[in-house]
Every structure is written in structure tokens, then in C-alpha cells.
């Protein structure tokens, strides 16, 4: 496999984390140190981490504080506050389905290896979200503080009252059923091909109570700035678009050319001055999805192999094997007998 991406989050992704932890009973002060942070840190808007960091963090505590919704719990604590001037853009764009557009066009200010997308199938819409963080090491905590902070912005944009039409995780879940619907007030299933929550179209063009478009255009004129010394490089940048366009088929890097807006043989000179070429990144990433999925989750190999872009089963599992040495079920049956013992 290609070596790592390393991706970056704010730290602000953690508001909350001190006193939920300290009301769980455990040492905030301890846990923040063990990966170089302070109480500080979270209330800094603009203060960056590694997320492999972020992601063991939620899960080391999780597991030290015998909490299994950690990270539910800690999401539905959260608010606009996190995002920084991405909060501030979102709470005064004119609808749902602008601030939605915002999002989508600017996440990668807050963290840089997710995106969200949103796409209507007639009465209802999905929101959707793609990670490009694949680390073997577990991430369902990670995943479901993002769905959960998620939920409860969403609380504030579209109207009081307001619930989602039900709810999807890519993972096996963490916690009881009840646990989850009691958060999501919902129905919520699992082992999915990406996150996603599903609402009513008609309510992402409803009128957002706190517009103001001065505020909006101050925000996007300094978050612009931000992300302009934050840019993604080309590598991270077709990692994000190979995620999204593997299950249909369309990760060519034709097609990855010309979203970027440029000639296929730019792009593969710019990949090549990174030392990787695109059909390493192509095959990495499957690699590591494959990984996560057959750990974090029951999803059926045939399905996975749909999703990975694989034409048949029988293709998935001979490149799987080459990979990794051993068939997907096989490393399934390893990886979970492992953590059983651990």
C-alpha cells in the first residue's frame, strides 16, 4: 500500500469533551495530554490535529470510561461553535439546501478527509457523508460524533421540532437499537455503503430563522482566506473524489481530470511529483476501505465488492488476497476473533 495521507481536523471537532468526560467521571486533563492537548485547545477555532490522533483519542476514552455512546453523546453537546467561521456561514445562509451548499463546498476547512453531498430521490433527500480516513484501527466513535453533531446542527437550520426520516450508519453498531433511536428519535439501520441521514425535500427550501447576509459574506470572505493557506494537496483532493465515485464506476482518471478541471496528463505529472501514480491511489483506497468495512462492519462481501467497484466477487477476492495474503473472510474472521480477545 502507498503510504499514509496524513489528514487534519480542528480541534474545535472536540467542544465538549472536558466536561463529558469529567461527568463520566474520568480525568479530562489526563486523556487531552496523553495526545498533546490541553482544555485550551478545544476552544481554539483555527488549531489543527492530526486526525488519526482525534480518532484514537474517542475511542481510548470510550473504552477507559466504559462508555459505548461516547460519541453520540459527545455530538449531541455540540453547536455551530465547532466549526468556526464555517458555523457562522451555515446559521445565516437563506435555506437549508444553501447552507447544505456551504458545507459541501467548505468542509475541508474543519476535516480535511470527510465530505458531505446531499442528493434528492423525490419526496425525501439523503444526506450523505464520505470519509477518506481508513485507518484498521476501529473509528466508530469518530463516525458517529460526526452523524451525531451532524443531527443536532440540523435541529437548529431547519425548524423546531424537525426529524430526520431515518438514519444510516456504514458501521455495526456500537450500542444497544434503543440507544440509537433514542438519540436520533428515528429509525436507524446499519452496515450501509456511506453515513447518511435522510430528511423531507420540501423542508430545504423553508426560509432559516437567523439569515443575515452581511454576516454570511464577512464569514465566507475569511474562510476563503483560511482556506487558501490550508489548501488540500492534488493527492488528498483525488483521494476525496475516488471515495465518492468508486461504487458507481467512474473512478477513471479521466473523470477524476476533469473535476479537477484539468489535462489527464497534468494530473498524472502532479500525482507523479508526489511519487504515486493514480492507479495506486485507486487500489490503496479500495485496500483500506475493504479493511474498514470487514472490521467495523456485517456488510455481505458481494455488497462490498459493489461498492469498491469491483465488476464481481470473484475480482474483489483475488485482489483483496493479493493485497493483504489471506481472502476477506478469511481476515474478517482474524480481525474480529481479535478483538473478541482483546
Not at 423531507?200 to 454576516?215: C, F, G, K, Y
Not at 459493489?306 to 482474524?334: C, N, Q
Request: include cysteine; charged fraction near 25%; glycine fraction near 6%.
Amino acid at each position: 500500500m502507498t503510504a499514509n495521507i496524513e489528514y487534519q481536523i480542528r480541534t474545535s471537532a472536540l467542544k465538549g469533551f472536558d466536561r463529558l468526560v469529567a461527568e463520566l467521571g474520568g480525568n479530562p486533563e489526563r486523556l487531552l495530554a496523553d495526545f498533546g492537548l490541553s482544555p485550551e485547545a478545544l476552544k481554539n477555532d483555527l488549531q489543527l490535529m492530526n486526525i488519526r490522533d482525534l480518532v484514537q483519542l474517542l475511542e481510548t476514552s470510550a473504552s477507559t470510561l466504559g462508555c459505548a455512546d461516547f460519541g453520540l453523546r459527545l455530538g449531541a453537546s455540540q453547536d455551530f461553535g465547532i466549526l468556526g467561521p464555517l458555523g457562522v456561514v451555515l446559521q445565516h445562509c437563506r435555506t437549508p439546501r444553501e447552507a447544505l451548499h456551504s458545507a459541501r463546498s467548505f468542509m475541508c476547512f474543519h476535516n480535511q478527509s470527510e465530505y458531505w453531498d446531499y442528493h434528492s430521490h423525490g419526496a425525501v433527500t439523503a444526506l450523505q457523508r464520505y470519509e477518506n480516513f481508513y485507518d484498521i484501527t476501529d473509528t466508530r466513535q469518530y463516525r458517529e460524533l460526526a452523524l451525531s453533531a451532524c443531527y443536532q446542527l440540523c435541529r437548529v437550520l431547519v425548524r423546531p421540532g424537525f426529524r430526520f426520516v431515518r438514519l444510516e450508519f456504514s458501521h455495526a453498531p456500537l450500542s444497544p437499537l434503543g440507544t440509537y433511536r433514542k438519540h436520533f428519535k428515528t429509525d436507524v439501520s446499519f452496515n450501509h455503503e456511506c453515513d447518511a441521514l435522510w430528511l423531507e425535500t420540501r423542508l430545504l427550501d423553508e426560509p432559516q430563522r437567523s439569515q443575515n447576509d452581511a454576516i454570511k459574506r464577512a464569514a465566507l470572505t475569511y474562510l476563503r482566506e483560511l482556506i487558501q493557506d490550508n489548501e488540500l494537496d492534488v493527492v488528498q483532493q483525488v483521494s476525496l473524489l475516488i471515495q465518492q465515485t468508486l461504487g458507481m464506476q467512474e473512478a477513471t482518471i479521466d473523470n477524476m481530470a476533469r473535476l479537477l478541471g484539468l489535462n489527464k496528463r497534468t494530473l498524472q505529472r502532479q500525482l507523479k511529483q508526489h511519487d504515486v501514480t493514480f492507479k495506486e491511489l485507486v487500489n490503496d483506497l479500495r485496500m483500506k476501505s475493504a479493511c474498514w468495512h470487514l472490521q467495523s462492519s456485517a456488510m455481505d462481501i458481494t455488497l462490498l465488492s459493489e461498492i469498491l467497484g469491483y465488476s464481481d466477487v470473484s475480482g474483489f477476492s483475488h485482489a483483496f488476497r493479493k493485497a493483504m495474503g489471506v481472502a476477506p473472510l478469511a481476515w474478517r474472521k482474524t480481525e474480529t476473533r481479535q478483538q473478541v480477545t482483546k
